[in-house]
């Protein structure tokens, strides 16, 4: 009688996303086990400049590990599992790491400029691959219709979000948005390993 095999077997597919989405799972639970201290003084940004401080450095890019609660979480991470690996597949692991540093840092720093809220979770992240995965069959010459209707939908529901008071940070979004329209523009119709 032969080995009985499992029919799939678990691939780690897509390094970079299921890193990220690993890591935030393990803040997050890190800071239900701390009382909720851990999160807002590792994993958020906060308004003005801390030079002076070694943490606030760190905190410009781990905020986006840093999540509000649960739901907040899987709120980013669905979108980020979903559309994330076809990201990751297309521009490659080295370009997307890139690609959410610059983001999660330039959207860190922005907010310590111009806002008087703290900032904390993946949204803006989740955003940049929204705007990024209109790009994925994009020739270059060519401007994706898909493309163009995700910014229109997307700046339409945040035009009106930013006038709710709610907990969310419509700035954050639109500023992952901006950033994946850039990269999507930039690196053209690029393939991973190009």
Sequence with gaps: ??????????????????????AACLVM???????????PRFFATY?????????WYFRLISHALGHKNWAHLTANFSVILLIGPMIEEKYGSSS????????????????????????LGASGLAFMMILLASFTNHKEGELPLTFVLVVILFLAKEAVQAFTQDDISQFAHIIGGVFGGLFGFLRGGSRAGK
Excluded: C, E, Q
């Design 47 to 55: 308004p003005g400049f801390g030079f002076a401080d070694p943490i």
């Design 29 to 39: 639970a890190a800071d239900g086990l701390s009382g909720g201290r851990l999160a």
């Design 96 to 119: 997307l790491i890139k690609m959410m540093l610059i983001t999660a840092l330039v959207t860190g720093l922005l907010n310590a400029a111009f806002f008087t809220t703290g900032l």
């Design 1 to 22: 009688m032969g080995k009985t095999r499992l029919p799939l077997r678990p691939t780690y597919n897509s390094p970079v996303i299921l890193t990220f989405a690993l």
